[in-house]
C-alpha cells in the first residue's frame, strides 16, 4: 500500500516523517501513512516481507488457493476451540468495482466471505480505498471510503471520504450522510458501538469567520446510524477515539479530552504526537509515541491529572497495538521491554503491524492483490474484482495460514 499526506497540516506531517513506506494493505494505496510502529486503522495492515514465520516443524497450510482452512487442517491449524469460538477476523480490498469488506469467522475454518461492495454512483476511478475501525460489539465495521484520486486534493483527502456502517452478521449496509478525512487514523472506534469522524483543514471553508477551522470530530453510533453535531476545534487533532462522555485525541505533544460541547483539556504530555490510540474498558486510553528510534506504548485515565504508565518499549516499527472488541487492547510487535500488562492489555506474538482478530486468535500479517507484487499497480475500472491473497498467523498453534479470496461485487 502506498501511503499519502495530503493538506497543511503541519503536526501531522511531522509524524510521519519518518514512516518507512512498507507497509502493504488491502485497501489499496490511500491513506496518510502511520508513523513507524503502528499499524495503520483499518484493512490488515502489513510489514512487506515480513509475517510470523513460525518455527521449523510447526505445522503450516499446504495451500493459498483456497479461501478458507481446509477441513481436513482445521484441528492441526487452528485453536481447540474453533468450532465454537466467536472469533472474526476482517479486512478490505479495493478496486475499480468497490472498496470491498471481507470477513471470516473461525466457526467456519476461516472461511472468507464477502460482507459489502462499498462504492458510490458517478465516479470512475480505477480504485476504491479507505479505512474501517470494528466497533466493541466486534459486530460492525465503520468505514471511511472513497476514489483513491481524493487523496490529490487537500480538501478531498481532509473531508471527502465517505461513511457506511457495515454488520459483519447481517450484512447490512447503513450509509451514513457525512463526509470525512483519509487519513490513516479515521474512523476511530470505541469500547461501544460509538466511533469518531474526523474532519481536517478549513482553507476552503465558505465562511471567512471560520478560514483558520482545523478539526470537526462528529461521534457515530454504529448500531443506530445516528450522529452527533460535529464538534468544532480551532487547532489540528488526529487518531481520535470515543470515550467515556467524550473524545481524546493527540495533539501536538499532548493528548487531549475533547467534551461534547468543545471544551478541550489536556491529559498528558507526549513525544511529539501519539498515535494508535486504543480505549479500553477499564476507561484509559492505552497509545504510542516515539522519541528518537525508540517507540514506547503508554496507557492513562481518560481524566485530566492521572498518571502515564509506559506498558512496552522497543525500536521503530517493534511495538503495535490493536484494538479488540468490549475495550481489549493487544500489544504486538517484538518490545525489548514490557512492564507489568492491566488484564485490559494483552501481549499477542505476532508482528507490530499486525491485524489482529476479535478475539487474538489470528493476526493478519499480509494482504494485497493476487499477482501483484507491487501494491501499487494501477486496478482495471471495469471487469472483475481483483482477487486478494492474505496470510494469517493462528497465534495458538503458531501455524501459517493463507488464503484467496474473490470479492463478490452486488
Not at 503450516?60 to 488457493?65: I, W
Not at 485453536?79 to 480490498?93: C, I, K, M
Not at 487519513?183 to 469522524?197: H, S
Not at 453535531?229 to 493528548?255: H, I, K, M, N, Y
Amino acid at each position: 500500500m502506498t501511503f499519502t499526506v495530503r493538506g497543511s497540516h503541519r503536526f501531522l506531517a511531522a509524524a510521519v516523517a519518518a514512516v518507512v513506506l512498507a507497509v502493504a494493505g488491502g485497501s489499496g494505496p490511500a491513506t496518510a501513512a502511520p508513523p513507524p510502529g503502528a499499524a495503520g486503522a483499518g484493512a490488515a495492515p502489513v510489514a512487506a516481507g515480513g509475517g510470523a514465520t513460525p518455527p521449523a516443524g510447526q505445522p503450516a497450510a499446504e495451500s493459498a488457493d483456497s479461501d478458507t482452512v481446509r477441513p481436513a487442517d482445521r484441528a492441526r491449524l487452528l485453536p481447540a476451540n474453533w468450532r465454537t469460538s466467536g472469533d472474526v477476523a476482517w479486512t478490505t480490498s479495493g478496486d475499480g468495482n468497490g472498496f470491498h469488506v471481507l470477513a471470516a469467522t473461525a466457526r467456519t475454518g476461516y472461511t472468507w466471505r464477502t460482507v459489502a461492495t462499498l462504492a458510490e454512483p458517478g465516479f470512475d476511478t480505477d480504485q476504491w480505498i479507505g479505512n474501517a475501525c470494528l466497533t466493541g460489539s466486534g459486530r460492525r465495521l465503520v468505514v471511511v471510503y472513497a476514489p483513491r484520486t481524493f487523496t490529490n486534493k487537500a480538501d478531498l483527502f481532509d473531508r471527502g471520504g465517505f461513511t457506511a456502517v457495515v454488520d459483519l452478521v447481517s450484512r447490512a449496509v447503513t450509509k451514513i450522510p457525512v463526509q470525512s478525512s483519509l487519513a490513516y487514523f479515521n474512523p476511530g472506534c470505541g469500547t461501544g458501538e460509538k466511533a469518531v469522524l474526523t474532519q481536517l483543514g478549513g482553507e476552503r471553508v465558505d465562511d471567512p469567520a471560520a478560514a483558520d477551522l482545523r478539526s470537526r470530530l462528529i461521534t457515530v453510533d454504529a448500531a443506530t446510524g445516528t450522529m452527533t453535531a460535529p464538534v468544532v476545534l480551532r487547532t489540528e487533532v488526529s487518531s481520535a477515539v470515543p470515550v467515556r462522555d467524550g473524545v481524546v485525541a493527540a495533539g501536538a505533544g499532548r493528548l487531549v479530552r475533547v467534551t461534547p460541547d468543545g471544551r478541550v483539556s489536556r491529559l498528558a504530555t507526549t513525544a511529539g504526537v501519539a498515535f494508535r490510540l486504543v480505549a479500553d474498558a477499564a476507561g484509559a486510553v492505552v497509545f504510542l509515541d516515539r522519541t528518537g528510534g525508540r517507540v514506547r506504548a503508554k496507557r492513562t485515565m481518560a481524566v485530566a491529572g492521572a498518571p502515564v504508565t509506559t506498558l512496552a518499549e522497543g525500536g521503530i516499527a517493534a511495538v503495535g497495538l490493536a484494538p479488540g472488541p468490549a475495550g481489549r487492547v493487544f500489544l504486538t510487535g517484538t518490545p525489548d521491554s514490557v512492564a507489568a500488562l492491566p488484564g485490559v492489555v494483552r501481549r499477542l506474538a505476532a508482528p507490530a503491524s499486525s491485524a489482529v482478530s476479535s478475539t487474538g486468535a489470528v493476526a493478519l500479517t499480509r494482504v494485497g492483490w493476487a499477482g501483484e507484487s507491487d501494491p501499487r499497480a494501477r486496478a482495471d475500472v471495469a471487469g472483475a474484482a481483483r482477487r486478494v491473497t492474505i496470510q494469517a498467523t493462528s497465534l495458538a498453534r503458531r501455524a501459517r495460514l493463507a488464503f484467496t479470496v474473490s470479492p463478490e461485487v452486488s
